[in-house]
């Protein structure tokens, strides 16, 4: 599967968690997950490619319990699993 595309599943799962998406020019220095009013949100910097901005995506998954329990393709399963181990 091509970044773009894991990157589109990985937002979909994020906003099954209750994540809303704001994409911002951050200037490539910013973005990530937070928490604006008790709203959870994940800015992604447009100034990123799509492999860093899956990156954002990802650490903000790796946070919520309940990520492992909702269906996701299989190679987004891996990265999430991959990364949290290395």
Known sequence: ????????????????????????WLGGSGGGACQVRGQKWIFLDLALGPAEQLQQVLEALRHEQD??????????????TLRKSA
Do not use: F, K, S
């Open 1 to 24: 599967m091509h970044t773009v595309e894991l990157l589109t599943q990985a937002l979909q799962v994020a906003g099954q968690l209750g994540y809303r998406t704001r994409q911002e």
């Open 67 to 80: 990520t492992p329990t909702l269906p996701m393709p299989r190679e987004l399963r891996e990265l999430l």
